[in-house]
């Protein structure tokens, strides 16, 4: 539960530090949010979103508070964050309940995280601003001007998506499940998978981030492997815009990650599958029953076994770095999903 | 030497400054302050009043007329701070909007100002009708008042800029959203208001003066001495301060704050640590105050 921050303007809940700051530095009422801010360019931290220990030292001093009371505004130790530029997703629910509340809206920790897709709170699909380059305040006011535009028309939440495009919204429904135990499970440093094995959060997500080498592709890049690589997306709007501007030099990868959580969220549900979350497994068997797309989960749409050598790049990255989940990467390039599942192929779909 | 003191004079708050080093003292002197009087508690008394009525199609607009330094953007800040605390005593979200016109004002920066105030860029505007999306915002917020400081600025835009923007306040504060705005501004801004037919019957005005020989400046005198970090009373309200007051510069109340921040400062420095006329004589600017920092 977060402290309270006596003499300070409140954070909302679950409102992420630079989103805090920033909305304190823009009422104006209190000089200290100015003053942290210029320390942090001239500490050049650029990211105040990242769990720093300088960054905390120096709010805890110019707040003059125990720098326990900022720990909390921070994503849970940096764990598979979406970088700075690319913080583009909201929730169109939370900030309507903020402007509601008489607030300027703020940005949510809950929506950092690369495996965020939904909102824990209202259950809606986060949405994006389909911008590159926003910084998380960027990110708050783009979204309020196109929640006005569209006339603050909320979308309708998950559970009703499921039952006008279930096609779609499986791949959704999976991956929220597999984002609710990753929330689960950073509260502590370790990780406990489904298989009993116990790793480190470290190498949980180092693993995770070199799997997804696999889902990546060059910019601009001929798109001949695209359809082994992403065979396991749903009918989807391609990612075709090109990189803007000086973005280009910086990202030579383009992450999936970063893309529309509609886009990315059938690489996430592959993922809860493999790990083998309990709920994710289950919803998979009763989507299985209804639909052909989710009736023949293949781990080779993840790790083509092409001339890229992708599954030999993931294996020595892992051997490098004597990440403990080498074997149960090495695992998942051949596992027969069908099985881990128990999925049932209906005669139908056969 | 060491003073005999008892912190008698002292509002509770203060008290416990007088023990603390000169420079902490020298800064809480130098804070801003508010001390209500008479003039303006009536004023704020008549916008809480606004505040609780229910909407009304055609909203009722007041405008807060003074030359400069007599107190008018304090003033509007402590409107916009009673209605902070009526939205937290009903428990709900503040219904008002505090904007400044800047210094180039175009309907477009207007309407910019406005936006950023709930936390995005600002809407294309139709000739001067409200951009729907701001409708929108207000609505869902449930804006009832804006205020808007430093309205004079207006008249720094051309002939029909100044119109666009007057306009724009008429459709504000009428439907759909019939916001009661009040402002604050010069004579100038007054005339400026009254010279569109419109708007001359929807304002409301309010004038602060400058302060004259009476018990509100006394009393105003007294309240503010009861925050002077200084050990000995001064007795502010006494007539020949007063006086001193009323003959030496324009009697605003920044004019009169100023002196006794200044006046306050050079006591502690000298150590006589009570205001009397030589250091307020003396303190007709800021005093050097390094030795404190050093």
């Known amino acids: 539960m977060r402290k309270l921050l006596p003499n300070v303007s409140r954070p909302y809940s679950n409102e992420i530090f630079s989103s805090w700051v920033h909305r304190g530095f823009r009422s104006g009422a209190d000089s200290r949010f100015a003053e942290l801010i210029g320390l942090c360019r001239l500490h050049n931290i650029a990211d105040l979103d990242r769990d720093d220990v300088e960054l905390i030292e120096l709010a805890a001093n110019i707040f003059a508070l125990p720098k326990a009371h900022f720990s909390s505004m921070f994503p849970s130790r940096n764990y598979w964050i979406i970088p700075s530029t690319y913080r583009n997703l909201y929730c169109p629910g939370c900030l309507l309940a903020d402007i509601k509340h008489g607030n300027i809206p703020g940005y949510r920790i809950s929506w950092v995280y690369r495996w965020s897709i939904v909102c824990p709170i209202h259950g809606f699909i986060l949405e994006s601003t389909g911008r590159v380059g926003q910084t998380a305040e960027d990110t708050v006011s783009s979204a309020i001007h196109s929640l006005a535009k569209d006339k603050l028309h909320m979308p309708p939440p998950i559970t009703t998506r499921a039952s006008q495009f279930s096609a779609h919204v499986g791949y959704v429904g999976v991956a929220f499940y597999f984002q609710q ?32 080498l696999s889902a990546m592709r060059p910019a601009r890049a001929e798109e001949r492997y695209i359809p082994d690589t992403y065979s396991y997306l749903p009918p989807r709007k391609w990612p075709s815009e090109p990189l803007k501007g000086s973005e280009v030099a910086h990202l030579p990868f383009r992450d999936p990650i970063a893309f529309a959580p509609s886009e990315k969220a059938g690489l996430l549900a592959y993922l809860g599958l493999l790990v083998g979350v309990p709920k994710c497994c289950s919803l998979w068997r009763i989507l299985a029953k209804r639909s052909s797309y989710y ?34 990467a090495t695992t ?18 056969k | 030497m060491d003073i005999t003191y008892n912190d008698d004079h002292l ?15 020298i800064e809480f002197a130098n804070q801003a302050r508010w001390i209500n009087h008479q003039a303006c508690a009536l004023i704020r008394n008549r916008m809480k009043s606004l505040t609780l009525l229910p909407q009304i199609d055609e909203a009722l607009c007041c405008i807060i007329v003074g030359e400069g330094g007599v107190g008018k953007s304090s003033l509007i800040r402590r409107i916009a701070k009673d209605c902070n605390n009526l939205a937290q005593r009903k428990m709900e979200g ?7 016109v800047g210094a180039d004002p175009t309907l477009v920066n207007v309407i910019g100002a406005i936006c950023e105030k709930f936390g995005t860029s600002g809407f294309n505007p139709r000739k001067d009708d409200i951009p729907p999306e701001l409708v929108l915002l207000i609505r869902a917020r449930g804006i009832k008042i804006l205020l808007i400081d430093e309205i004079q600025h207006v008249l720094v835009a051309n002939r029909t800029e100044q119109k666009k923007i007057l306009s724009f306040f008429k459709n504000l504060s009428g439907p759909p959203v019939s916001l009661s705005i009040i402002a604050t501004g010069t004579q100038e801004a007054l005339n400026a208001i009254t010279s569109e037919s419109p708007l001359k019957s929807r304002f409301q005005v309010f004038e602060l003066l400058r302060w004259t020989d009476g018990e509100e400046l006394r009393a105003f005198l007294a309240s503010y001495e009861q925050f002077l970090p ?26 009169i704050v100023n002196r006794l921040k200044w006046a306050t400062m050079l006591a502690l420095l000298e150590g006589t640590e009570k205001i009397e006329l030589d250091n307020l004589t003396r303190a007709n600017h800021i005093p050097d105050i390094t030795e404190a920092y050093l």
């Open chain 2, 94 to 100: 503040s219904i008002h909007v505090e904007f400044r």
């Open chain 2, 230 to 255: 200084l050990k000995l009373p001064s007795n502010l309200a006494s007539q020949e301060i007063v006086h001193f007051f009323l003959t030496s510069f324009d009697p605003t109340t920044r004019q």
């Open chain 1, 181 to 212: 135990w990753i929330a689960r499970q950073i509260r502590s440093e370790k990780i406990m998978l489904p298989t009993g094995q116990t790793v480190s959060a470290k190498d949980f997500f180092r693993m995770i981030d070199i799997v997804c």
């Open chain 1, 295 to 328: 009736s023949c989960p293949s781990s080779k749409s993840l790790f083509p076994d092409d001339d890229r050598g992708l599954r030999d790049k993931i294996r020595n990255m892992l051997a490098e770095e004597n990440n403990p989940l080498l074997d149960t």
């Open chain 1, 332 to 349: 998942w390039f051949d596992i027969d999903l069908q099985r881990q599942a128990g999925i049932v192929i209906p005669e139908l779909f």
């Open chain 2, 11 to 25: 509002h509770k708050e203060a008290k416990h400054v007088i023990h603390l080093e000169k420079r902490e003292r």
